[in-house]
């Protein structure tokens, strides 16, 4: 896809695009931290994303930025965010993601099965990645660029 900075028309297409960049940005900043990005790494990525920020409408994809901005200045909330989030991550690859379900194994005592496309959930057999996937769509990205 071609976007000429002159004339940035964001399709839904492209909207989306970027949103799964900034989820998948935001997930990185989550589990390196912020630490290791230099202050004018931050800053080119602040303006990079502000500028993608102004007229985008979805909400979805603004607030994905807007997470991504907050972890760049990491604030008393956002870095409980960033610690509760990591915790979530922790959770999500070592129990079954399906709702209510505990497991860390499948029921032959197999390890749990993942998310063929991230790889960042688990499941303890197809039901529950069936029953999980409305919700796990969302954040289901392909985690190699
Ligand atoms: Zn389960
Ligand atoms: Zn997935």
């Known amino acids: 896809m071609i976007v000429s900075r ?5 399709s839904t297409q492209s909207l989306q695009v970027i949103a799964e960049v900034c989820q998948f940005l935001a997930t990185l900043l989550v589990l ?10 931050k800053k080119s990525l602040k303006t990079m994303l502000s500028g993608r920020l102004r007229g985008m409408p979805p909400v979805f994809a603004s607030e994905t930025c807007e997470r991504c901005l ?17 915790g979530m991550l922790e959770k999500a690859l070592r129990q079954c ?3 209510g379900c505990d497991r860390e ?22 039901q529950h990645q069936k ?3 409305s919700m796990h769509k969302s954040i289901c990205f392909l985690s190699s660029f």
């Open 70 to 86: 907050n972890l760049l200045s990491p604030d008393e909330e956002s870095r409980f965010m960033a610690n509760s989030v990591e």
């Open 32 to 41: 390196e931290g912020t630490e290791k990005i230099t202050e004018d790494e």
């Open 6 to 10: 002159n004339s940035f028309n964001p």
């Open 105 to 126: 194994t499948q029921s032959d005592g197999s390890a749990l099965m993942q998310c063929g496309r991230c790889k960042c959930a688990v499941y303890c057999g197809t």
């Open 97 to 99: 993601g399906g709702a």
């Open 131 to 133: 029953q999980a996937w």
